[in-house]
């Protein structure tokens, strides 16, 4: 059990969007992307070993211990959208390059460079001339652009989020990503990540944009407007 002051995890962020609600069951999975994507409640990777074991999580609230909260454990509720996060201070960087075309290698080369300066990337997108990639860490942003320039044209945006709209995704569920989109019209999108992960479609958009997309998202998977 994990106690903290709200019951349970909710369906979008409360600090930003009205009437959200709390979320009464979570599989392991979709409990973690939640997490990575900014649920402050758990670590990504603290409920890993009680996923392993089968043991199951319960968040509870000390101010309402008679409260419901949110169990999280292996049990995947088909066809289902849980809820949507947000990931702050994320800057993306896209490398195009003639040379990408037709070539191996190209993509190692570039990895290679966010590994060399201990880098994590967060989303990725690629075309037959480029690649788009999101990262939280610019401590060494000037270094890597640097490298990346020997090997094409560099463009950075900084100031932006990514928002993920987590549940169960699988690409054989008709008509989800539709709705997803639909919800997203109105928000410009720098990048989208999907078919990574079946629990998780990722939007990349410009923090000042962030409000309006999570509203967006609430009215159209949970309030239906």
Same mark, same amino acid.
């Given at each position: /059990? ?8 909710h ?23 939640l @997490? ?11 409920? /890993? ?18 409260? +419901?909260?949110? !169990? ?6 088909k ?6 996060? @947000?990931?702050?201070? !994320?800057? @993306? ?12 290698? =190209? ?5 290679? &460079?966010?590994? #060399? *300066? /201990? ?12 690649v788009?990639? $999101? &990262? ?6 000037? +270094? ?6 020997? *090997?094409?044209?560099?463009t ?5 989020c !990514?928002? #993920? ?6 690409w $054989?569920?008709?008509? =989800? +990503? ?8 109105? &928000? ?5 990540? *999907?078919?990574? $992960? %079946?629990?998780?479609? $990722? =939007? ?8 309006r997309?999570?509203? %967006?998202?609430?009215?159209?998977? =949970?309030?239906?407007?």
């Open positions: /059990q994990i106690w903290t002051d709200i019951d349970g995890m369906n979008n962020d409360p600090r930003v969007v009205g009437n959200t609600e709390a979320i009464r069951q979570l599989n392991f999975e979709e409990a973690a992307e @997490a990575y994507f900014g649920a402050k409640i758990l670590h990504p990777t603290c409920v /890993q070993p009680a996923k392993f074991a089968g043991i199951p999580v319960r968040l509870k609230n000390t101010l309402d211990p008679k409260a +419901e909260g949110t !169990i999280i454990d292996n049990v995947l509720l066809g289902k959208i849980k809820a949507v996060a @947000a990931k702050d201070n !994320i800057t @993306a960087i896209k490398i195009k390059s003639s040379r990408m075309l037709f070539a191996t290698g =190209f993509l190692r080369k570039v990895f290679e &460079i966010f590994e #060399c *300066y /201990q880098t994590p990337i967060d989303m990725i997108t690629t075309s037959e001339v480029g788009s990639m $999101s &990262i939280d860490n610019t401590t060494h942003l000037n +270094e890597i652009v640097d490298e990346l320039k020997k *090997y094409g044209t560099v950075v945006d900084s100031d932006m !990514i928002v #993920c709209v987590v549940g169960d995704l699988d $054989s569920n008709l008509g =989800f +990503e539709t709705l997803v989109l639909d919800a997203m019209k109105n &928000i410009p999108v720098r990048m989208i990540s *999907y078919g990574g $992960s %079946n629990y998780n479609i $990722s =939007f990349l958009i410009r923090e000042s944009d962030k409000a997309a999570l509203q %967006n998202l609430s009215d159209v998977l =949970f309030n239906k407007k």
